[in-house]
């Protein structure tokens, strides 16, 4: 009898998951023009969810070493409908890419890649925070997510918010993101160390500890730091600020990719935990498999991120 309840509920479970998918409502945009380039988001929605009083935003900036890729990606899309059967409206954005492919990019080029993309970033909030009541959003309840360049541009968005940099000056006097998840980021600035004039929002920080791209701790180059989740995460601890440090022992830059589709639960309770309800605290997880997981194991990892490229979700099913 408890087996057949088990599967009844099981059954019952996977059914509303369906159904949720195959109510959220897909919207493109264009959030701004530059130089001439349209610049898209995808907004996903599920209006026959309820909600009690405004709906959360999480908002995906895709990675690509800012040089390729695009808010179009079957796994990238699957994680935005994640978050929207919640009740969220979930946004996927595209950014200018500032590195021709190709060209092996020095300092100062990295540096203007970066600040296009949160210049985008920051405009794409612009936009939302405008829909506010016409999209019935919660504007103290606006996430930020990427991966590698889409996390970095997430971290450095969120550094320039908290140092008054002239990026955010578009934004409302006191707006900061209710929390920032990054898979695989970093911040990058021109110092030898970061210096928070304000205190940042809750972060998850998810890294490999053995990422070969970007740093899991820190290094510095030319004089410019590249400040990784190690680094980033100590020095919240250290004054206190709410972070949640998830480190995958042995892995490499595959971490950008994987929390798309294995690690939700996480990333479900940190935003429930450290964003919703508010909670503070300093965290430190560490998973070690026994074989690490790494890049060369895309197609194995995460074979939908490559299969589902310049795809939707229904285009790969």
């Not at 009844?8 to 998918?21: G, K, M, P, R």
């Not at 550094?159 to 002239?166: G, M």
């Not at 498999?289 to 299969?307: I, N, R």
Request: include cysteine; hydrophobic fraction near 40%; charge should be negative.
């Amino acid at each position: 009898m408890k087996k057949i309840c088990f599967i009844f509920i099981l059954c019952i479970c996977v059914y509303s998951n369906v159904f949720a998918q195959n109510t959220i409502e897909k919207e493109t945009l264009v959030y701004a023009v530059k130089n001439g380039q349209e610049l898209h988001l995808d907004k996903f929605v599920d209006p026959t969810i309820a909600v009690d009083g405004k709906r959360p935003v999480m908002i995906y900036v895709h990675g690509g070493g800012f040089t390729t890729g695009s808010r179009v990606n079957a796994l990238q899309i699957k994680y935005s409908k994640h978050f929207a059967a919640q009740g969220f409206v979930s946004v996927s954005i595209d950014y200018r890419l500032g590195i021709k492919e190709g060209v092996q990019a020095d300092q100062e080029t990295i540096k203007k890649a970066v600040a296009l993309a949160v210049e985008d970033l920051i405009d794409a909030t612009s936009f939302i925070l405008k829909k506010a009541d016409e999209w019935n959003i919660d504007t103290k309840k606006i996430i930020i997510s990427g991966g590698s360049a889409g996390a970095i541009t997430c971290l450095n968005a969120e550094y320039e918010i908290c140092n008054d940099w002239q990026t955010a000056a578009c934004l409302p006097a006191g707006f900061n993101f209710a929390g920032v998840i990054s898979h695989a980021g970093c911040i990058i600035v021109p110092q030898g160390k970061l210096v928070w004039k304000k205190r940042p929002c809750p972060m998850l920080l998810m890294h490999g500890s053995k990422d070969q791209l970007v740093p899991f701790d820190s290094y510095t180059i030319e004089g410019n730091l590249y400040a990784g989740s190690n680094y980033i995460h100590k020095q919240l601890a250290e004054s206190d600020a709410a972070n949640w440090l998830y480190e995958e022992t042995g892995a490499d830059h595959i971490v950008a990719l994987k929390p798309l589709q294995y690690n939700l639960g996480e990333i479900d309770s940190f935003i429930d935990k450290f964003v919703l309800k508010g909670k503070h605290a300093v965290v430190h997880t560490v998973w070690a498999d026994k074989t690490p997981d790494s890049m060369e194991k895309m197609f194995d990892v995460v074979p939908l991120y490559l299969t589902g490229w310049n795809k939707t979700d229904e285009e790969v099913q």
